[in-house]
């Protein structure tokens, strides 16, 4: 996917006193977060995340924001801000990391270990710089001011961003929790602050700005979780997003409490856990952890297994296990599965392939469906009017969110009396100028998606995931032909060879007199070019194939000049 903005033109020359927002990523889409500011002819980047594949895209194991905009102005960036560790804002910093190795990236103690431990894996030694909320630090132009908020990982931040321009406040991903299990709360005397202070733009979470009222507390999960606990028969397996650390801490202490021990499962979970244990966001007593390869040793009844594969991904411990190809683990009737997640948007059938994966082997199923398992890590309508209010914006942009997200949050806005032409509803490439006091858009820039498949990045192209969506729906059939260069007659074959078109060896004859009739009233026009030759067989074949039976499978004549 691409986003050209036809009727966008190029941007203009930035004026000198004003500031650029580009969202590379996370304007239209839930992922892919990153968006550059501009000033003075130096950028700062806050986020830099992926976006998962969705079924249509056969193949692709991450998707990354285009980096073409800021490729030739890599020395230009002055830092890269990330507001909180999870994926879909720090996953695609070691791809902006391969263009330039010392770019600063600045972030909490948690976001940066974990970012740290993924960077290994691509060997790749970073320059960090820890900040702490209520710091305020200046990266060339831009002078920084760091908030705690409250999201469903610790450490999360929002940046205010001060620049002769005016004030930004980008408030990443938060929600209000007033009893988060950490105790951090959202600092919304901050926020009210710098409402007083001027707030120029507004940038705000617009992931829940569709679901009324305010987010249930965490606390709220415990009582639940600890009753499914006690109800179990005998093994239970908690899935949850590996960078969930909340909710792993209220699995551990429901597994103290009900005297059971507790296995990580997958390499994510393990490697994100041993992360924030190491660095004491997660109190974790010696004696109830066991090693994977010591479950034989613990009775069913005595143990617990938390692992990833919420979301139903295929390689995902839990997806191993419904499909019954886990080396160590085997589902039976007597397992109790939760999936303390939520759903994200596009994963559903995947999700609920691997429910009934697991339900096919008798185990009980909890999930957010059935029972208070999860809740969301983002702000609902009334926290983002709260927010809203208290703060009072010049300027307003809906930020991390798919098109109906940002406009309620816009609708949510202009209810609280920021003037509809002070509303900014961009997408990803769309450049908004806040010049003046005044923000508004002024061009755009691409932003396509960029598919990482493998080790190859930004190699498949849209055409190649079309070519791929009709190979897995439709098949395909070869068509060898030998020509004879100087006359242009058929000198060997039609030979057909099909794979998932679902049509039979047999049925071929009719279309094999076709393709030759075709080639022959061709030859005889003097046509002997191979590319045309390809394109006449391919025609005739998709003509027959169409009529008889509805398909449209991919085609691939092969002329062989003799």
């Not at 886990?326 to 059938?349: C, F, K, W, Y």
């Not at 949510?412 to 509809?420: H, I, K």
């Not at 009719?510 to 025609?539: T, Y």
Request: proline residues 6%; contains cysteine; charged residues 25%.
């Amino acid at each position: 996917m691409s986003h050209p903005h036809p009727e966008l033109p190029d941007p203009p020359p930035l004026p000198p006193e004003g500031l650029r927002i580009v969202a590379l990523g996370g304007l239209g889409e839930i992922g892919r977060n990153m968006t550059v500011f501009e000033f003075g002819g130096r950028l700062l980047i806050v986020d830099c995340g992926v976006l998962f594949p969705e079924t249509e895209q056969p193949g692709i194991d991450l998707i990354l924001p285009d980096f073409e905009y800021i490729r030739d102005r890599l020395d230009d960036i002055e830092a890269v801000i990330l507001t909180h560790g999870h994926e879909d804002h720090i996953g695609a910093v070691p791809y902006l990391l391969r263009e330039r190795r010392d770019i600063r990236l600045v972030g909490s103690k948690l976001t940066l270990a974990l970012l740290e431990a993924k960077l290994t894996e691509h060997r790749i030694k970073p320059v960090t710089e820890v900040v702490v909320e209520g710091e305020t630090r200046d990266f060339g132009p831009f002078s920084c001011e760091f908030l705690s908020v409250n999201h469903s990982i610790p450490d999360a931040l929002a940046v205010a961003i001060r620049t002769p321009a005016g004030l930004v406040l980008a408030t990443g991903d938060f929600k209000m929790d007033q009893l988060p299990l950490d105790g951090r709360l959202t600092d919304l005397g901050g926020f009210a602050r710098l409402g007083a202070e001027g707030i120029d733009l507004l940038m705000s979470d617009s992931t829940n700005a569709e679901v009324p009222g305010f987010v249930t507390s965490e606390r709220n999960i415990g009582p639940v979780v600890d009753e499914v606990f006690r109800t179990a028969k005998e093994r239970l397996i908690v899935a949850c997003f590996a960078s969930h650390i909340h909710r792993v801490q209220q699995v551990l202490d429901a597994a103290v409490a009900n005297g059971r021990r507790v296995c990580f499962v997958g390499r994510s979970m393990v490697r994100n856990m041993g992360v924030a244990r190491e660095l004491g966001y997660l109190s974790v007593p010696d004696e109830i952890m066991v090693d994977v390869k010591d479950l034989e040793n613990v009775p069913p009844d005595r143990l617990v297994l938390v692992c990833t594969g919420s979301q139903g991904e295929p390689m995902s411990a839990l997806s191993r296990m419904a499909n019954r190809d886990h080396q160590q683990i085997r589902i039976t009737d007597r397992d109790t599965v939760m999936l303390a997640s939520s759903l994200i948007p596009g994963n559903e059938n995947a999700v609920n392939r691997v429910i009934n994966g697991l339900t096919r082997w008798g185990a009980r199923i909890v999930h957010k469906g059935n029972a208070l398992v999860h809740v969301s890590g983002h702000a609902s309508a009334g926290e983002l009017l709260y927010v809203l209010n208290m703060t009072k914006p010049g300027n307003f942009m809906p930020i991390h969110g798919e098109w109906r997200h940002l406009r309620a949050h816009a609708k949510l806005a202009a209810a609280t009396g920021v003037p509809d032409e002070n509303i900014v509803i961009a997408e990803d490439g769309v450049v908004v100028d806040l010049v003046d006091g005044q923000a508004s858009i002024v061009g755009a820039v691409p932003a396509g998606y960029v598919y990482v498949d493998g080790l190859s990045v930004g190699e498949v192209t849209e055409t190649s995931l079309k070519d791929r969506r009709i190979l897995g729906e439709e098949g395909f059939i070869s068509i060898v032909v030998g020509i004879d260069t100087s006359s242009g007659k058929v000198v060997a074959g039609p030979e057909i060879h099909a794979r998932g078109a679902g049509i039979g060896n047999a049925d071929f004859d009719e279309v094999i007199d076709r393709i030759e009739a075709a080639l022959a009233d061709a030859g005889g026009k003097g046509v002997n070019d191979p590319h045309q030759v390809s394109q006449i067989i391919r025609r005739t074949a998709g003509k027959w194939v169409s009529e008889n039976y509805r398909r449209r499978p991919m085609i691939i004549p092969a002329v062989v000049e003799v």
